[in-house]
């Protein structure tokens, strides 16, 4: 009984965190246990313990008086999400820059095919994935388990944010120009600058969507 208890919470995880992730639970909105109770026809008990475990991977919120809801965006939550992930991927590149092997090049060049492919001609879910895959796989074959560990706990995390930008301003980058320098600097071995070109990816990006957020913040309180 305590096992199929557990799956049942496990498969109510995995459905409210695609839901949040896939925007069909909107960043800010309040959540209510016995609405997605009734919803997914499982107990309030189930859908408190999914909850309260999608708050250990901040998708959500829970504050005194007002119950439940999903994580909003705002500049907090993109500084901090956007500091552990690239702190996380400048020491995979510095990893795999010094430790690159047939394997691993042959993955990054994968990878990186894949961007250039989707850049092309893919659609907004075809780029957005190639563009999580490449970050994903440098730290994949960064060769650090527990660095693999930590990248993947903050993995739906980071999806949520992709999707979040990519909806809000869709194709707002070139994904060959933007990835470009790391991958050559990881490909010619070299850590420092494979680290520095991770550490200013991160910031554009995370300058350039707290700039748009602002704008959109402005924007409706205009309307």
Do not use: C
């Amino acid at each position: 009984m305590k096992l199929e208890k557990l799956s049942l919470v496990d498969r109510a995880v995995q459905h409210l965190r695609q839901m949040i992730i896939g925007a069909e639970l909107h960043p800010g909105q309040r959540l209510t246990e016995q609405e997605l109770g009734a919803a997914m026809e499982v107990g309030r008990g189930t859908i408190r313990a999914a909850l309260a475990a999608l708050t250990a991977e901040n998708l959500v919120v829970r504050r005194p008086y007002a119950g439940w809801a999903v994580q909003a965006v705002d500049d907090n939550v993109l500084r901090e999400t956007y500091e552990v992930r690239g702190a996380l991927e400048e020491l995979s590149a510095r990893l795999l820059a010094r430790h690159l092997d047939e394997p691993a090049k042959a993955q990054l060049l994968s990878s990186y095919e894949h961007l250039i492919a989707s850049e092309a001609g893919g659609t907004a879910e075809e780029r957005l994935r190639a563009d999580l895959a490449f970050h994903a796989g440098i730290v994949r074959t960064s060769g650090n388990d527990l660095l693999i560990r930590q990248y993947e706990s903050i993995s739906g995390r980071t999806e949520w944010l992709y999707r979040w930008s990519e909806r809000n301003w869709p194709r707002r980058i070139n994904l060959i120009d933007w990835h470009k320098p790391i991958f050559e600097a990881i490909l010619a071995g070299n850590e420092e600058a494979a680290a520095l070109a991770v550490r200013s990816h991160t910031y554009r990006s995370l300058h350039d969507d707290m700039r748009d957020l602002q704008n959109k913040s402005v924007q409706q309180d205009q309307e």
